[in-house]
């Protein structure tokens, strides 16, 4: 999940409202066990540590790598707490953060003030839609506060097609908002957009891709999500890495940032960078973003450690 919300329990809703629950999760387990012994057996794509050919040419530049504060939930509420974690970020060499979880206890200027200390900038920030205008234009004035230069909607699930319309219009309003302030707006996914079937085979991606105006929403993609999503849909069960650069190729709208986040083959379960099944040289060749962001919702040893082993992995990429 992201920000807070559960994705894996919206993805099995979404998958019993199919009738397909426990079919895909078969599936999804079976394409992973599968996968495994062809690429074994040297067949299909790489392990996302071997893929592609080493050029010596690094894919991502250090400028643009960041890290959604999720990650790192357990390490800001706890110990070592927000101002000592963040101090560790910046000494990793994270030059951003994605915001998330709020303040803790600042202001805008503050947490600003605080940012410019260490050297790290928040350019992005997870927010969901306001319900008024006041809400909306207090929103908009901390993201200027903190300098971004993106705020992404980051969860929306419904198994109605009115719903996803009325939020894709609402999104359009607020972006427009946004845009007066310097700001980019933007949609993040999880796997139920993919998932969820609104009615002839219609799911929410294909009316948030329809209505969401181009020139003012951007795409947040979540490679760990879009590959589960076509994993668990079964579209992309044979491909999971070709159905998410379909995705990010076949929508009207700009795709602008990554959550870079890896997937165990054996359980489908997130995963440090570099130790799961995802391919992410073939698809950051394939399209590339203004911000990489490091994800890992379940770090696999500590907040801290998947901080420290996906900054690393995205400095080490080579296409």
Known sequence: MCYGFDGDAA????????????????RGALSGVVGAGLLAAGIGAAPAH????ATGRPHVPPGLISIQLWTLRDALWGSPGFDATLRSIADLGYPKVEQALGYFGRTAGELRAFYDDLGISATSSHDGISA???DLDTKVANAATLGQSFMVVPYLNSSSADDWSRWAEEMNQEAEVARSAGLRYGYHNHAHEFTIDLGGGRTPWDVLT???DPSLVHLEIDLYWVVRGGIESGDGAADPEGFA???????????LQYHVK???ADSGDMADLGTGMIDFPR???AHSVLEYIVENDTPDVS?????EVGYRYLRDLRT
């Open 11 to 26: 993805l099995g809703r979404s998958l019993a409202e199919r009738g397909t629950n426990r079919r895909a999760v078969l």
């Open 50 to 53: 071997a893929a592609g050919r």
């Open 132 to 134: 008024n205008r006041q």
């Open 210 to 212: 329809a209505e969401l």
């Open 245 to 255: 650069i379909d995705v990010i190729r076949r929508a009207p709208q700009r795709v």
């Open 262 to 264: 890896d997937r165990h």
């Open 283 to 285: 698809i950051l060749r």
């Open 303 to 307: 907040p801290l450690r998947s901080a």
